[in-house]
């Protein structure tokens, strides 16, 4: 099927381009761009992008499918669903799971399905360590062989850091980056909130800046004395932004995510009988949020990714301190991002489609990330005006947990492309 997008603002981080144009997609690839381009034949599909952004595919470098073992909160199915929905072409799932993803056969297992199920890419992240309990390394050489994108020990830290630095030193040995969830488990504790003033006045144990901020530098010094290639996950303290910049001026290979419920919200909105406020690392200070923004703003910190992580009504109704971590994402994403970055003027357009598509995909060493002809056809289309209420009963996902449902937004996604082939999209946009 050839597609023919006509009249929308196309945005390309590869090539700076930000014009009104054209764009036609054939045999899965961008075959041209340019105005005034006619369908070749009566069959092609046309799609009218006035008014919208037509950018690179998105890509989200940390999600949560729960397939295998926990797949009554999400899987690979479903999630994929939601991620189209989302725009998003490209989506990175991390080990977590029951089994943990720990050997190239688990790989294999997600690989196999998302290729029969998926409508977009999936890629499967490797466990750091076996069974994720910190002791021994899994075999990370085999599931590299096997393509995975990254390693990660997600939900946890490695605290041992002799074990740690040999994961970075094989990371490094084949250029595969290191995602971190930077988390002190020794400091922790309870904790459900950020630990802070209103913490204290809403009687629930807190999780302080330096449970983070404390894994983050040993971190950073352990890239440095490897070589290996560091993406720090859900950054959400202002230390962790300083010392993404510090490191970057050192020459070390930090880059920094941040999450929109990061960037949105902050410790102030927490309703403590609402679990659906409750995700790790927690919601901030305006403090902590601002210095967030402001890395992003300044090209600091690198990628917007949703931390996608669904669970249970049941699991999410339970009282704040029981609860899970974790919110979903992936249908909210674009339109945080427009509505709290782009149409208050924090981020350009440009630099949206950086942080969402062509930073990821520079980070893990994919080929996508640009709609320059002879490119993978992977294309995003979003309205960035239209305006609409958050709606958690009508996610394509099976989590629903988000603190956002009933919040006024703009933003949508009209339609998701990937390989050439039609993933999602809105009724009467086609013709």
């Given at each position: 099927m050839n597609i023919l997008i006509r009249n929308g603002r196309i945005i390309d981080p590869a090539t700076k381009t930000d014009e009104i144009s054209d764009l036609y997609i054939e045999g899965g690839k961008v075959k041209k761009t340019g105005k005034g381009l006619k369908p070749k034949d009566k069959?092609?599909?046309?799609?009218?992008?006035?008014?919208?952004?037509?950018?690179?595919g998105l890509i989200d470098l940390h999600v949560h499918l729960r397939d295998p073992g926990l797949t009554y909160k999400e899987d690979i199915v479903s999630g994929s669903k939601a991620a189209a929905r989302g725009g998003f072409t490209t989506i990175l799932a991390m080990p977590n799971t029951k089994p943990v993803i720990d050997s190239a056969d688990r790989v294999k297992y997600v690989q196999n399905k998302a290729k029969e199920l998926s409508p977009i890419h999936v890629m499967q992240i490797g466990a750091i360590t076996k069974g994720q309990a910190g002791e021994e390394l899994a075999d990370i050489e085999e599931m590299i062989e096997q393509g995975v994108p990254a390693i990660s020990e997600d939900g946890k830290s490695v605290m041992n850091a002799r074990l740690y630095k040999n994961a970075m030193g094989i990371a490094a040995k084949y250029d595969v980056p290191v995602f971190a969830h930077c988390e002190d488990r020794n400091i922790v504790g309870k904790g459900c909130v950020n630990e802070d003033e209103h913490s204290r006045k809403m009687g629930l144990p807190g999780i302080s800046n330096a449970v983070e901020d404390i894994i983050a530098?040993?971190?950073?010094?352990?890239?440095?004395?490897?070589?290996?290639?560091?993406?720090?996950?859900?950054?959400?303290?202002k230390e962790s932004v300083r010392m993404v910049e510090l490191a970057k001026k050192e020459g070390i290979k930090v880059t920094g995510e941040v999450c929109p419920h990061h960037f949105t919200l902050t410790s102030?909105?927490?309703?403590?009988?609402?679990?659906?406020?409750?995700?790790n690392p927690p919601l901030r200070t305006k403090e902590d949020r601002d210095a967030l923004i402001c890395g992003l703003k300044n090209d600091i910190m690198d990628v917007i990714s949703t931390d996608h992580a669904p669970h249970s009504r049941e699991e999410k109704t339970m009282p704040i301190t029981r609860a899970p971590f974790g919110i979903v994402g992936l249908e909210t994403s674009v339109a945080l991002t427009i509505t709290e970055l782009v149409d208050k003027g924090i981020l350009t357009p440009m630099q949206m489609a950086e942080k969402m598509s062509y930073n990821p995909a520079k980070i893990i060493g994919l080929d996508r990330g640009s709609l320059e002809e002879g490119k993978a056809a992977d294309v995003t289309i979003i309205d960035p005006d239209a305006e609409y209420v958050i709606d958690s009963m009508t996610f394509l996902s099976k989590g629903k947990n988000t603190p956002f449902h009933g919040r006024r937004v703009k933003g949508l996604v009209k339609a998701t492309i990937c390989n050439g082939k039609i993933a999602y999209i809105q009724d009467g946009m086609t013709r």
């Amino acid at each position: 099927m050839n597609i023919l997008i006509r009249n929308g603002r196309i945005i390309d981080p590869a090539t700076k381009t930000d014009e009104i144009s054209d764009l036609y997609i054939e045999g899965g690839k961008v075959k041209k761009t340019g105005k005034g381009l006619k369908p070749k034949d009566k069959t092609d599909k046309v799609i009218d992008a006035s008014g919208c952004y037509v950018m690179p595919g998105l890509i989200d470098l940390h999600v949560h499918l729960r397939d295998p073992g926990l797949t009554y909160k999400e899987d690979i199915v479903s999630g994929s669903k939601a991620a189209a929905r989302g725009g998003f072409t490209t989506i990175l799932a991390m080990p977590n799971t029951k089994p943990v993803i720990d050997s190239a056969d688990r790989v294999k297992y997600v690989q196999n399905k998302a290729k029969e199920l998926s409508p977009i890419h999936v890629m499967q992240i490797g466990a750091i360590t076996k069974g994720q309990a910190g002791e021994e390394l899994a075999d990370i050489e085999e599931m590299i062989e096997q393509g995975v994108p990254a390693i990660s020990e997600d939900g946890k830290s490695v605290m041992n850091a002799r074990l740690y630095k040999n994961a970075m030193g094989i990371a490094a040995k084949y250029d595969v980056p290191v995602f971190a969830h930077c988390e002190d488990r020794n400091i922790v504790g309870k904790g459900c909130v950020n630990e802070d003033e209103h913490s204290r006045k809403m009687g629930l144990p807190g999780i302080s800046n330096a449970v983070e901020d404390i894994i983050a530098a040993r971190d950073i010094i352990l890239a440095k004395e490897t070589g290996a290639k560091l993406h720090l996950c859900h950054c959400s303290t202002k230390e962790s932004v300083r010392m993404v910049e510090l490191a970057k001026k050192e020459g070390i290979k930090v880059t920094g995510e941040v999450c929109p419920h990061h960037f949105t919200l902050t410790s102030d909105d927490v309703d403590p009988n609402d679990a659906n406020y409750k995700m790790n690392p927690p919601l901030r200070t305006k403090e902590d949020r601002d210095a967030l923004i402001c890395g992003l703003k300044n090209d600091i910190m690198d990628v917007i990714s949703t931390d996608h992580a669904p669970h249970s009504r049941e699991e999410k109704t339970m009282p704040i301190t029981r609860a899970p971590f974790g919110i979903v994402g992936l249908e909210t994403s674009v339109a945080l991002t427009i509505t709290e970055l782009v149409d208050k003027g924090i981020l350009t357009p440009m630099q949206m489609a950086e942080k969402m598509s062509y930073n990821p995909a520079k980070i893990i060493g994919l080929d996508r990330g640009s709609l320059e002809e002879g490119k993978a056809a992977d294309v995003t289309i979003i309205d960035p005006d239209a305006e609409y209420v958050i709606d958690s009963m009508t996610f394509l996902s099976k989590g629903k947990n988000t603190p956002f449902h009933g919040r006024r937004v703009k933003g949508l996604v009209k339609a998701t492309i990937c390989n050439g082939k039609i993933a999602y999209i809105q009724d009467g946009m086609t013709r």
